[in-house]
C-alpha cells in the first residue's frame, strides 16, 4: 500500500513520494480495524459476495449493493 513503484504510484514515485503516506496507511488499517471490532456488517439479502463490475482497467463494486451495518451489543 505504501510501495512506490512505476506500477503502482497514487503517493508518487521516486524522491517527490508523499512522506505522510505511512502515517495514511496505518490511519486506515486502524479504522478498518475498529470497524471490524465494533460493528458487523453484512450485504442485505446476499449468501455470497456480489459480482465485480469491470470497467476498461478498472475492477469496482456493484454500487447496487446495499450493506448493513449494525452495532455490536456486549455479552
Same mark, same amino acid.
Given at each position: ?8 504510484? =497514487?503517493?508518487?514515485?521516486?524522491? #517527490?513520494?508523499? =512522506? ?14 475498529? %470497524? ?10 446476499? $449468501?455470497?459476495? =456480489?459480482?465485480? %463490475? #469491470?470497467?476498461?482497467?478498472?475492477? %469496482?463494486?456493484?454500487?447496487? $449493493?446495499? $450493506?448493513? $451495518? ?6
Amino acid at each position: 500500500m505504501v510501495g512506490v513503484t512505476q506500477d503502482y504510484f =497514487p503517493f508518487g514515485i521516486e524522491k #517527490h513520494a508523499c =512522506p505522510g503516506r505511512f502515517l495514511a496507511a496505518n490511519e486506515l488499517k486502524t479504522m478498518l480495524a475498529y %470497524i471490524l471490532m465494533s460493528y458487523d456488517v453484512k450485504f442485505e439479502d446476499r $449468501v455470497s459476495r =456480489p459480482t465485480s %463490475i #469491470h470497467w476498461d482497467l478498472n475492477v %469496482i463494486a456493484d454500487p447496487t $449493493v446495499r $450493506v448493513m $451495518v449494525r452495532k455490536r451489543t456486549c455479552n
